[in-house]
């Protein structure tokens, strides 16, 4: 991981960590907010699995691309940022995929998703990263007017070829 163990810094009310799985609470702080997250309508709008909660932070933990961020209001989880590295074949060079970006409703337009940003664009030119990607739907319009302003664009190769789309099977084990 990017920050030194004891990494922590306080902007305004808010704490920024590096998610620190051997702290119980930064597990816990995960799974509630990536839960309030997937209950919302724009992260599909159904809870997490008990399964799932009980196993995604010793899932994460285990992995050796995973970065994360959270953010806390005093005790109170208030913001995640969740990365994964993958890699460019055309750049040679690693990615850092965002994958989840959660900030609490009652905290949003406060600066905590640009701030999480800048701390996760950090972590990518420390690990060499030639960009970093992000799926966003295509009627979140709060979340895409947020990411433009961080300086993100739809992804093409060849404008006469189009936009790239994200798409997905889902596998059944």
Known sequence: MYFSEDFVFTEDMYQFHQVDFSNSAHGKA?????????????G?????????????????????????????????PVGLINAFEAFSTFSCA??????????????????ITRKMFSEIE????????????LEVLSNNEPAKAAYHSLGYTPYQLDPSQGQAIFWEKTLKS
């Open 122 to 133: 950090s972590i990518a030119l420390s690990l060499g990263c030639c960009k970093l990607t």
């Open 44 to 76: 599909g709008g159904s809870p997490l699995s008990d399964d799932v909660k009980s196993r995604l932070p010793n899932a994460l933990r285990d992995r050796t691309d995973y970065h994360g961020i959270l953010v806390f209001a005093g005790d109170t």
């Open 94 to 111: 690693p990615i850092l995929n965002i994958h989840d970006v959660v900030v609490t409703a009652s905290h949003r337009r406060k600066g």
């Open 30 to 42: 995960l799974v509630t907010l990536l839960d309030e997250y997937a209950s919302e309508t724009a």
